[in-house]
């Protein structure tokens, strides 16, 4: 007799902590991105900068370590077996 096969879990299912960080950090992203009263301002100024130039500049390189940080914890969440690019797609096909 043969055992039934157990249906893997789906990612998200399995690591729900994780999911909850990624979507709670690109959610930030965003809002700090479309949150317009936060940076439309011109005062205070840092040095000979308005704060949305200071803003920005601050904002592009956290948005690049955060987005750096979904990706890592994205990595968790796929199969073990999950083998993704052009050797993977090339093996399938022949």
């Known amino acids: 007799m043969t055992q039934p096969a157990i249906k893997p879990k789906h990612p998200i299912a399995a690591h729900p902590w ?3 960080v990624i979507t709670i950090l690109v959610v930030a992203d ?9 940076y439309a301002r011109a005062t205070p100024k840092v040095g000979d ?3 949305f130039y200071f803003y920005l500049m ?3 390189p956290v948005t690049g370590i955060v ?3 979904v990706y890592l914890l994205q990595k ?3 199969p073990t077996g999950d083998h993704q ?7 399938v096909t022949s």
């Open 18 to 20: 994780t999911s909850a």
């Open 30 to 38: 965003i809002w700090f991105a479309l949150y317009v009263p936060l």
């Open 49 to 51: 900068f308005p704060f």
């Open 58 to 60: 601050i904002y592009m």
């Open 67 to 69: 987005m750096w940080i």
């Open 76 to 78: 968790r969440l796929r």
């Open 85 to 91: 690019g052009p050797a993977a797609v090339s093996e």
